[in-house]
């Protein structure tokens, strides 16, 4: 057993769409445990620490704008293996290709949506959950 937490927020757009519960259906169906969840206004200066590592590049402006533009649920979420389990649940970035039976591919609407509006996001390691967990949680 290998037993981590790891960050997973529900998108402005997962929250607009009324697609918190399906979201959380689908993580809890998979076993993973929620330890904490709240409903976050987010702020500039948090998501431009949360998203760092894309500070520059193209798409970098437009996702912070985005992820400003409703609430987003943010969830503590535990469990054996739950950092990789939760983007294998998720899918890959981009909802046109992610895969049939994935959050994204499945529910991820393709009718001109930029990348961005893919409904999740989950830490990629533990060094990132470890830090988002701290951004998001205190
Ligand atoms: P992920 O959320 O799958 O971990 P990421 O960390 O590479 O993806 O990027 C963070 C978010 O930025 C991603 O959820 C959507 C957006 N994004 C990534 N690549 C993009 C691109 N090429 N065009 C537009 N948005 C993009
Ligand atoms: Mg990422």
């Known amino acids: 057993m290998n037993i981590e937490e790891t960050l997973v927020l529900v998108k402005p757009d997962g929250v607009a769409r009324g697609l918190t519960g399906e979201i959380l259906r689908r993580v809890e169906a998979k076993g993973y445990s929620l330890i ?3 409903l976050v206004q987010p702020d500039r200066e948090l998501l ?15 996702l912070v704008e985005f992820m400003q533009s409703g ?9 054996n293996r739950v950092i ?3 983007r ?6 981009d909802p046109t290709t992610a895969a049939p039976g994935t959050i994204r591919g499945d529910l991820g609407r393709d009718w ?7 409904l999740v996001h989950g830490s990629d390691s533990p060094e ?11």
Do not use: C, M
Request: proline residues 6%; charged residues 20%; aromatic residues 12%.
């Open 36 to 38: 904490d969840l709240r």
């Open 48 to 62: 431009a620490a949360h998203y760092e590592e894309h500070q520059g590049k193209p798409f970098y402006e437009p």
């Open 71 to 79: 609430p987003v649920v943010a969830i503590r979420l535990a469990g």
């Open 84 to 86: 990789e389990g939760f």
């Open 88 to 93: 294998s649940l998720a899918g890959t970035t």
């Open 112 to 118: 001109g949506l930029a990348v961005q509006q893919n």
């Open 128 to 138: 990132s959950a470890a830090r988002e967990l701290g951004l998001w949680f205190g």
